[in-house]
């Protein structure tokens, strides 16, 4: 038996998704906008309606938000207030290897917005799975690197979203190594990437804190579609069963 419970994270990008993903049984909610890519942020009228949302419904589980590509802020001048529920904060890290140091930039940018929206949050560091193809650094340096500046967690994810997914791009040996070496620096993990259904026997010798799913909870599995209380329900069944009943040993 796998002794961690596996959450499910679902990502939504208006009010009437946030509705059927709790409905649907999510364990955390995370805010991004598919349209805009991977990571992409959802726009100053939707993060006020969900802030107004989130208020008047007080939800109790874990809120998170995308924030785009960490290269788009070097342009950046404003951005909306981030509501006061949100806990995890995330930037994707494609285009970083022509940088001179992402590192240190990941740094500034991440400060900056501390200081803006002045507080502290919990950073997700992002590693694509198709990082070679997003020009990212590689998920063994991102965990080094989310390790050495004290993130919360490390979100496995893909840059791309048509074609390949997790389960494609990297192997299970290697995603074992990732998640076994975060947990000793007391990092969680979340796996995501167009994970279907399907994938989850697959995955379940995995001890991952949590699986992320946008694609896979929307009408037809397709991420621009709207969430499904009924795709999230069937997801949060079977991941139950699968990593719930595993002999692990
Ligand atoms: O963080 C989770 C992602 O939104 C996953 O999206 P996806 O399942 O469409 O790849």
């Given at each position: 038996m796998n002794p961690r419970r596996v959450e499910l994270l679902v990502s939504v990008r208006n009010?009437?998704?946030i509705a059927a993903a709790l409905a649907g049984g999510c364990d955390l909610l995370d805010f991004k906008e598919p349209e805009n890519g991977a990571l992409g942020m959802v726009d100053s009228e939707s993060l006020q309606a969900i802030t107004v949302y989130c208020e008047r419904h007080s939800i109790p589980q874990p809120l998170s938000m995308?924030?785009?590509e960490l290269v788009e802020w070097h342009e950046?001048?404003?951005m909306p207030r981030i509501p006061s529920a949100?806990?995890?904060?995330?930037?994707g890290l494609?285009?970083?290897r022509e940088l001179p140091d992402w590192k240190s930039c990941w740094q500034v940018v991440t400060e900056r917005i501390e200081m803006e929206q002045q507080r502290q949050f919990d950073w997700i560091a992002v590693a694509y799975a198709d990082w070679e193809q997003a020009s990212a650094a590689s998920p063994l340096e991102v965990l080094s690197a989310a390790i050495e500046s004290r993130c919360a967690g490390l979100l496995i994810d893909t840059f791309h979203k048509q074609g390949s997914g997790l389960t494609d791009l990297l192997s299970l040996e290697l995603l074992d190594e990732l998640i076994q070496r975060a947990h000793r620096h007391g990092l969680k993990v979340a796996l995501a990437g167009s994970i279907r259904l399907g994938d989850l026997e697959a995955l379940s010798p995995l001890q991952p804190d949590i699986v992320g799913i946008r694609g896979a909870a929307c009408t037809g599995n397709r991420r621009t579609s709207s969430i499904e209380s009924s795709a999230v329900r069937d997801f949060r069944m079977q991941l139950e069963e699968q990593f719930h009943c595993h002999p692990w040993g």
């Open positions: 009010c009437e998704e995308a924030l785009g950046r001048c404003t949100m806990k995890y904060l995330k930037l494609s285009e970083t």
